[in-house]
């Protein structure tokens, strides 16, 4: 189907607003919320979309397309269409999602994709995600024994290598274990399955962290440590993340170490630039 | 309404910490409703929400665990599994 080219006028952003109101917005996209000709919003607090609707008059929330006991794969399609919809009929169109609006977010990358396919500009602008946020108030640096990161429910379906000597990330905790997709929280009994999968690599001792972000500046940030084997009986929300702390150290891996002095000492490679460091003011 | 997410944006913006009675004193000066007020300072952001008669957000997920086609394509192989199950217990039969 060939697209009239006054409709292919039309074009989308998804945006991130990041994770706190009026904290984390960026200049690109307040932009594109403000110039857009309808937004879509799809955001963690019903104060949000009304920060949203003093930006621009023409704000649409995405809430009502969740209904209990509906598919959410049905929910985030119609999410998509609303959007296209405007896109195709020649309008400026900001989808406006909260945190980062291509992380643990299928509708942005769903409709990104569809409108380029249909020959329009789409574009996507990053935002302050929850897992930033997460770095920031707890005070991991993921570089340092690196860090992965799983959907919960995934780690029940699926297969997956842990590496207990990182740390571990489990989003989306709130409903773990709901294969229906129309649930918005899953109870003890589902968590019990995650935590027999976590403790395959480990302890039931070990310490773990439900974390939310804080969402307005009036509010704190949740950190609750616990047991790994208490957390059952805790209470979680859609929005709250489990982070694993590393339960071991590294394990060296001596052979390849071993393989690489060898290449220094080989003169394969380059050696590094000699250096001398400057005599200290004073020191002789 | 319109006072109350200024005072929030204007807060969120201000990278001073500060503490819970400063920012009383702040939202005092922001002319807001004695009902807004005492969530503010509680730090209650539910009842900000009610306060203002705003439709509580229901759902934040954005996000599925398996696709849809992920789903059935599991789901058609779990299927063939017990088919082939209940077809060598039959021949076991």
């Known amino acids: 189907m060939t697209v009239p080219a006054e409709k292919l006028s039309g074009r989308l952003a998804c945006v991130g607003l990041g994770m706190m109101l009026g904290a984390h917005i960026g200049p690109r996209a307040r932009s594109h919320v403000e110039q857009a000709d309808v937004v879509f919003a799809a955001v963690s607090d019903p104060l949000v979309e009304e920060w949203l609707r003093q930006m621009n008059p023409n704000v649409r929330s995405l809430q009502p397309f969740y209904a209990a006991g509906k598919p959410r794969h049905d929910t985030y399609r119609q999410m998509v269409e609303a959007m296209l919809d405007e896109v195709r009929a020649g309008k400026h169109v900001c989808g406006a999602f909260y945190g980062h609006p291509g992380v643990f977010a299928k509708a942005p990358h769903d409709a990104i994709a569809q409108a380029r396919a249909e020959g329009f500009h789409a574009h996507m602008e990053p935002g302050v995600s929850a897992e930033d946020c997460l770095y920031a108030d707890l005070g991991i640096d993921p570089g340092r024994t690196g860090c992965q990161h799983y959907e919960a429910s995934q780690l029940l379906f699926y297969r997956r290598r842990l590496d207990p000597a990182a740390w571990l990330v489990l989003w989306q905790v709130g409903i773990v274990g709901d294969r229906s997709y129309r649930r918005f929280a899953t109870g003890p009994a589902h968590r019990r399955l995650l935590v027999e999968r976590l403790l395959q690599d480990y302890p039931g001792d070990h310490e773990v962290i439900a974390y939310e972000a804080a969402t307005l500046p009036i509010a704190r940030p949740r950190m609750q440590r616990l047991r790994l084997q208490d957390l059952p009986e805790v209470p979680l929300h859609m929005h709250t993340t489990l982070v694993v702390p590393p339960a071991r150290a590294m394990e060296p891996d001596t052979a390849m170490q071993a393989r690489i002095a060898g290449l220094e000492r080989s003169g394969e490679v380059e050696p590094p630039l000699p250096y001398t460091p400057p005599l200290e003011e004073g020191v002789a | ?93």
């Open chain 2, 1 to 93: 309404m319109s006072n109350v997410v200024k005072f929030l944006e204007a807060l969120g913006q201000n990278p001073e910490p500060m503490s819970e009675d400063a920012i009383a004193d702040l939202a005092t000066g922001a002319e807001l409703d004695t009902e807004i007020l005492q969530a503010i300072a509680a730090g209650d952001t539910s009842a900000i929400v009610r306060a203002l008669d705003v439709t509580p957000t229901i759902c934040s997920m954005l996000f599925p665990a398996e696709d849809d086609d992920n789903k059935k394509d599991n789901e058609d192989g779990e299927g063939d599994r017990e088919n082939e199950e209940r077809e060598s217990s039959s021949l076991a039969a």
